[in-house]
């Protein structure tokens, strides 16, 4: 997390016009200002800069001004406060200090505010959570836990344990920590059995497992407008604070996401990419607006038939997630069942990459059978 | 209500042309109306009726959101869910081993993938699962209708007549043991000619008509309600030879596999695929694994694959 340190006065903004509606710098909005890795995403609904000019925006634009504008090609309010506004006034015959006070405003309302770093600091340090996963050697190898406002991935040939993973931390989280989760399940893998076995290994009161099931929610989304609806539904819950079943909402598990998107992606459009981008942008507005952790599973796919594994959705959605593990099981054949996987950090903006922990699977307790390696990445 | 206008499901055309003319959000659609869309846009007004219902549909106002129903997602507590895989059966093979390792037998709402080698016994359990599955509840069955989508044309009818004939005759003897009054109820109804008119039975000769059928078969399984399970035979068959597009296939197959997943869910049955196998040459030896090994990933739950020897 680059932490840019900007003294800005007070003043000099209240001279840009640049000051929030309850007077408070916002800063969440910083996030939108810097572009951050490939992907540079809004912060929050205050940054919506291709708005169209309607009549009632802001006091002083009035119907006829719109009229007179589109007439000159300005539409939305991004061509309105790029374009030279004498040049405005002179060619739709406005008045230029009734076209720079309604630019005035329209900055304030739609434009992000700058924060000090110390500021953004503090915020993080207030704001931000880490969750247990329910395995100290998982944990060890993501730097204690799960980091709240940043997505995590998960990703591993089928039958690595993905699932029973996520399961995991689901558990976890809500035995240990008695938060809820909400869990998108895309493969309908997700089985209340096998997490109500994880639970009784790990809790011996049959009333705290029960409430334990209780706090994890699970929503079916069999594709990606489905995923897309319900992440937004979470997200106008979540921004309307509606206390209802839901109670405080800390981590979002989607297992996984490449299923509902593989089927788009390739061919000639570039649909694919596009909402695959779309629901990029959802999950770390989400995460970072709302202090959530967010864990996604991905496939892993090879160049060739001999080519080391690399993670499925290609290099846009590489830039997604914060932190990457991943997951391969240790000499598994047909002939020995193993619950032995091995996790290694692919990706993380903390731990040096090429960590590898051994995990077992199997009653989603703790044992490791042998010390974690430590094997040092370039 | 902030739903982005890139997140709804629109035609690309009109998304673009949506995004160019400067809507953001699924508000601002609302708001314009049709008249003032197709103006905008440059489109017919049926068409713009057309996309704000769409868009209508995806965002419901917020009083249907807050008195809590919304249709769209399937959404439980994991309580529920519990509840309801407990009280759920599964489809016995009437073979014990592989009824224990598969947990009871054949888990219904989840794809089970069957592979071996060519003669192996792969449809014979197949079609003893169509037969399987209509066994009446007082017996320990789910009392369910069968789909059989062949694509290998190995479906002997009167190989299923032998099968049906004897768990007519187990059920009988059964009956007869216990002498209850829903078993002998049961046993009317249970007889050769119902078990094979309640098998239906599809042939696909290549993948077109595959994905076609499947595609169409919510349809076909929301007019027959009871239907408990659905056999793909030779899923991979259709897409092993002929295909020159291999990016092609994984799209294809993954959109399948979505949509089976989707079956098995939504209609509350087992979807049970066969597989076959493949040589895969390594360094020293070569391995018999399933074909086209991406698939894989598609049989989230229970995925047994299942080295099946001859009896």
Redesign the interface.
């Given at each position: 997390m680059g932490i840019r340190s900007l003294a800005v006065s007070r003043s000099r903004l209240q001279d840009l016009g640049l000051f929030g509606p309850k007077g408070r710098l916002n800063p969440h909005c910083l996030l939108s200002s810097w572009p951050c890795g490939a992907v540079s995403w809004g912060g929050g609904?205050g940054a919506?800069d291709?708005?169209?000019l309607r009549a009632g925006l802001c006091p002083g634009l009035t119907e006829e001004m719109i009229q007179l504008l589109r007439a000159n090609g300005i539409?939305?309010v991004v061509d309105f406060v790029s374009s030279d506004l004498e040049e405005v006034a002179q060619k739709c015959s406005l008045s230029y200090k009734a076209l720079v006070a309604v630019r005035r405003v329209l900055l304030a309302q739609f434009s992000a505010f700058p924060t000090n770093g110390a500021d953004l600091y503090e915020e993080l340090k207030s704001s931000t959570a880490i969750l247990p996963t329910g395995s100290p050697s998982l944990d060890q190898l993501l730097d204690s836990g799960l980091y709240t406002g940043e997505v995590t991935e998960l990703m591993g040939?089928?039958?690595s344990g993905k699932?029973q993973v996520c399961l995991g931390i689901?558990a976890s989280v809500s035995l240990g920590l008695k938060q809820h989760v909400l869990?998108l399940d895309?493969?309908?893998?997700?089985?209340?059995?096998r997490?109500?076995q994880i639970l009784r290994a790990r809790a011996e009161d049959g009333e705290e497992q029960?409430e334990a099931?209780?706090?994890?929610?699970?929503?079916?989304?069999?594709?990606i407008?489905?995923m897309?609806?319900?992440l937004?539904?979470l997200?106008?819950r979540l921004s309307q604070q509606?206390v209802?079943?839901m109670g405080p909402l800390k981590i979002v598990v989607i297992d996984s996401v490449s299923?509902?998107i593989?089927?788009l992606?390739?061919?000639k459009?570039s649909?694919g990419l596009?909402?695959m981008m779309?629901l990029a942008r959802?999950l770390k507005t989400l995460a970072k607006e709302f202090s959530l952790a967010v864990v996604v599973t991905n496939?892993v796919?090879r160049e060739s038939s001999t080519g080391p594994l690399k993670p499925a959705l290609g290099r846009s959605w590489s830039f997604v997630p914060s932190t990457r593990v991943l997951l391969e099981s240790k000499e598994a054949t047909?002939e020995k069942a193993t619950t032995q996987r091995v996790a290694s950090l692919a990706k993380s903006s903390r731990q040096p990459t090429g960590i590898q922990v051994e995990l077992d699977i199997g009653n989603g307790d703790v044992q490791e059978l042998s010390p974690a390696t430590l094997t040092q990445g370039l | 209500m902030q739903r982005e206008v890139g997140s709804l499901p629109l035609a690309p055309a009109l998304r673009a042309k949506l995004v160019a003319a400067g809507f953001q959000t699924a508000q601002e659609l609302l708001e314009t109306g049709p008249c003032g869309l197709s103006k905008e846009l440059g489109i017919s007004k049926e068409e713009a009726l057309e996309a704000l219902q769409v868009v209508r549909q995806e965002c419901p106002g917020d009083v249907a959101r807050t008195a809590g129903g919304s249709g769209i997602t399937r959404k439980c507590t994991a309580l529920e869910l519990l509840e309801e895989e407990q009280a759920q059966g599964s489809i016995i093979t009437f073979c014990s081993a592989l009824d224990s390792i598969l947990g009871g037998g054949v888990q219904l709402t989840k794809i089970t993938e069957i592979c071996g080698a060519p003669g192996v016994g792969k449809t014979q359990l197949c079609m003893q699962l169509a037969v399987d599955v209509q066994i009446p509840e007082c017996f320990g069955g789910v009392a369910g209708e069968a789909v059989f989508i062949d694509t290998e044309g190995s479906f002997m009818v009167d190989r299923v007549v032998d099968i049906a004939t004897a768990c007519v005759q187990h059920c009988q003897l059964i009956a007869e043991a216990h002498q209850e009054e829903d078993h002998l109820k049961a046993l009317e109804t249970f007889s050769l000619e119902s078990i094979l008119s309640h098998i239906y039975y599809f042939r696909c000769r290549d993948y077109i008509e595959l994905l076609a059928q499947v595609y169409l078969l919510p349809d076909f399984l929301s007019e027959h309600s009871k239907v408990r399970l659905v056999v793909v035979d030779g899923i991979a068959f259709p897409f092993r030879h002929d295909f020159e597009d291999l990016s092609l296939r994984t799209r294809l197959l993954n959109g399948l596999a979505q949509q089976l997943i989707i079956i098995a869910h939504d209609h509350k049955s087992a979807v049970v695929l066969t597989n076959q196998m493949t040589t895969r040459i390594g360094q020293n030896q070569s391995t018999l694994v399933p074909a086209l090994v991406s698939w894989l990933p598609r049989c989230a739950a229970s995925s047994c694959h299942s080295k099946c020897r001859r009896y």
């Open positions: 609904g919506e291709m708005v169209v539409r939305t040939a089928p039958g699932t689901a869990f895309s493969t309908g893998g997700f089985t209340a059995s997490l109500y029960l099931l209780q706090r994890i929610q699970v929503v079916r989304v069999f594709n407008y489905e897309l609806s319900a937004q539904e997200r106008d509606v209802s079943s299923a509902v593989y089927p992606l390739g061919g459009h649909e596009a909402i779309q959802e496939q796919t047909w | -």
